[in-house]
């Protein structure tokens, strides 16, 4: 079992940018597949970039490709999630997920159904 924590949440301008953080629990930070979702005000849980076990592979959601980049630090049991050129309709709470359970080392995982791990999830607030 693994527990997450996210952080580096807030209110940024539009085009600013933001990195959240997430902390995995535990010592076996290499076995998870990682990512990050986001769920605005009235809407579904969105899948936003995963990252495999060892960090070769990464995914994005269309609408975060190019300003968005995910990376892990093993040695700090971590995964990032640099944001850049934010707009309004980057606003949402976003969550940390993991999985150790899909087989492979270089696998991502894009459905919320796939993962077992949830973080408590952090406020992003692009506004003017």
């Known amino acids: 079992q693994v527990q997450l924590v996210e952080s580096g949440g807030g209110l940024v301008q539009p085009g600013g940018s933001l990195r959240l953080s997430c902390t995995a629990s535990?010592?076996?930070?290499?076995?998870?597949?990682m990512a990050w979702f986001r769920q605005a005000p009235g809407k579904e849980r969105e899948f936003v970039s995963g990252?495999?076990?060892?960090?070769?592979?990464?995914k994005y959601g269309n609408s975060v490709k190019g300003r968005f980049t995910i990376s892990r630090d093993s040695a700090k049991n971590t995964v990032l999630l640099q944001m850049n050129s934010l707009n309004s309709e980057d606003t949402a709470v976003y969550y940390c997920?993991?999985?150790?359970?899909?087989?492979?080392?270089?696998?991502?995982?894009?459905?919320?159904?796939?993962?077992?791990?949830w973080g408590q999830g952090t406020q992003v607030t692009v506004s003017s």
């Open positions: 997920a993991a999985d150790s359970g899909a087989s492979g080392p270089e696998v991502i995982l894009t459905s919320m159904s796939q993962y077992a791990y």
């Open positions: 535990g010592r076996t930070f290499s076995r998870y597949v």
């Open positions: 990252i495999s076990r060892g960090g070769v592979i990464t």
